[in-house]
């Protein structure tokens, strides 16, 4: 059954442990196809007929993926794009267009769309989109958890032991960061130890990734890991 507008608000409750496929289009036929297909495939789902009544029932915890027609009244599909970026909600948006158009499909996937199909497309390919969907955000939504935990973790470091972290991690010896706070090496090894055990790294390999994915993030861990391995040591 398609959840019609008043449905909305009522069904916004459902559990927020399975994954949800999403459905925006203003077209009711359509939609009834689509989400008896999504639905015979095993998912749940919820309908809305504006990008509006989305944004103003998603609770941003909900795992899922997001599918939209490009044929939407009201809002289209660029400005709720773009209005998902700046509310900082981060789901996979799949679009279906009624025509393949590839300047239009490269610049909605450059707005944040995870990918461009056309009506046409098999259901096959559908299902697959889902599912990387699915993926998608679950890996998000790990990420995010991680760089919160590790942020926690920062801020659990007082402002002496912060600052020996930042010298470490700029590879300064112990002697000199003993130098630079006008304090003895024994407290700053003592910091250095306080700060190892409050990150809860084993190395300063770790203790330097754990600080990218709190400030920056995980997808550039990788990168910084190379950049600094050759100039990274342990007094």
């Given at each position: 059954?398609?959840?019609s ?56 915890a ?6 939209v ?5 009201g ?5 709720l ?14 679009v ?14 450059q ?30 939504r ?8 590790m ?12 600052e ?7 590879g ?12 003895s ?7 250095r ?12 390999a770790?203790?330097i990734?754990?600080v ?24």
């Amino acid at each position: 059954m398609i959840l019609s507008t008043t449905d909305q608000q009522s069904s916004i409750s459902l559990s927020t442990q399975h994954p949800t496929v999403f459905v925006v289009d203003g077209s009711v036929e359509p939609r009834r196809r689509l989400v008896d297909a999504v639905r015979a495939w095993g998912h749940l789902t919820e309908t809305f007929d504006s990008a509006e009544g989305f944004l103003a029932a998603y609770e941003r915890a909900r795992p899922g993926c997001l599918i939209v027609r490009d044929t939407l009244p009201g809002m289209n599909v660029l400005a709720l794009l773009g209005r998902l970026q700046a509310k900082g909600i981060w789901l996979p948006v799949i679009v279906v267009a009624e025509q393949t158009d590839v300047q239009e499909a490269v610049r909605t996937m450059q707005k944040g769309a995870l990918t461009v199909l056309t009506s046409g497309n098999q259901e096959q390919e559908l299902r697959d989109w889902i599912r990387r969907g699915f993926e998608a955000d679950n890996q998000e939504r790990q990420r995010r958890t991680r760089q919160r935990e590790m942020q926690r973790r920062l801020a659990r470091l007082t402002p002496s032991e912060n600052e020996v972290l930042e010298l470490m991690i700029s590879g300064k010896a112990n002697k000199n960061i003993a130098r630079q706070q006008a304090v003895s090496l024994r407290t700053v090894e003592t910091r250095r130890q306080q700060v190892f055990q409050k990150m809860e790294a084993d190395s300063l390999a770790e203790l330097i990734l754990m600080v990218v994915e709190a400030k920056i993030g995980e997808g550039v861990c990788e990168q910084f890991e190379l950049a600094t391995a050759s100039r990274m040591r342990i007094d």
